[in-house]
């Protein structure tokens, strides 16, 4: 298994520019997560998926955007890039009750 | 919502020593307590768990305990080694259908001495 891939590794946005950023899992994990980890920082959640077809607002949802189409994927959607936005994005999955797996992360610059 | 609290944000210990980092949570109803490590760079990666129903967990050089009456957990590392040496997190949540969020602590930046 592959676990939870997240594309792309780095990328830097110019302010106003959009983007979505990928995460896929091959566990059948029902439970899915987008978290943000601002320098020297916790994580914080964005947003989480309890299975296909639903999602829920985190701790920071404002200026993204989420869809679950399928068990494996739960891209995140950045619209209009603020430099607030720069930080390290984490993909995870979890089945319910147990041990949520990350992803290797996105690292975000928005200038 | 549910709040976590952990100290120390920065903790150096000799190699060999033992650490110990705390955290406190609000929310009386979370029940799971997991620990992540995450190095440089890297990934946060689970180290060890317990739920509400037990008062500590062993693995190896690794152990946590749970105060549910005081809210606080703690993670012990005995033996320290340099490879010790990364960010730890704690975390709650309620492990119930349809509410599986983690509350994330601040996170400390633990530094093995040779």
């Known amino acids: 298994n592959a676990g939870v891939t997240q594309t792309p590794k780095f990328r830097i946005l110019k302010i106003g520019q959009s983007m979505t950023l990928q995460c896929t899992q091959d566990m059948n994990h029902n439970y899915m997560y987008w978290y943000r980890q601002d320098p020297g920082m916790g994580l914080k959640l964005i947003y989480y998926s309890v299975g296909a077809g639903i999602t829920d607002k985190g701790e920071v949802p404002n200026g993204y955007n989420v869809s679950r189409s399928t068990t494996e994927d739960f891209p995140l959607r950045l619209e209009l890039a603020a430099p607030s936005q720069t930080s390290v994005y984490f993909c995870a999955s979890s089945q319910i009750s147990y041990e949520q797996y990350f992803g290797p992360g996105t690292r975000l610059t928005v200038t | 919502g549910e709040n976590v609290e952990q100290h120390p944000s920065t903790l150096s210990v000799q190699e060999g020593d033992s650490a110990v980092i705390k955290c406190t949570y609000s929310?009386?109803?979370?029940?799971?307590f997991p620990w992540y490590k995450q190095e440089l760079g890297k990934r946060p990666q689970l180290i060890i768990d317990?739920?509400?129903?037990?008062g500590e967990k062993k693995d190896q050089r690794i152990a946590v305990t749970l105060n549910k009456t005081a809210k606080h957990f703690s993670l012990h590392i005995t033996e320290t080694q340099p490879e010790d040496s990364a960010v730890y997190f704690c975390a709650a949540s309620q492990t119930n259908f349809g509410n599986e969020k983690l509350t994330f602590g601040t996170g400390t930046r633990l530094t093995i001495i040779p």
């Open positions: 317990i739920r509400s129903n037990v």
């Open positions: 929310d009386s109803a979370s029940n799971y």
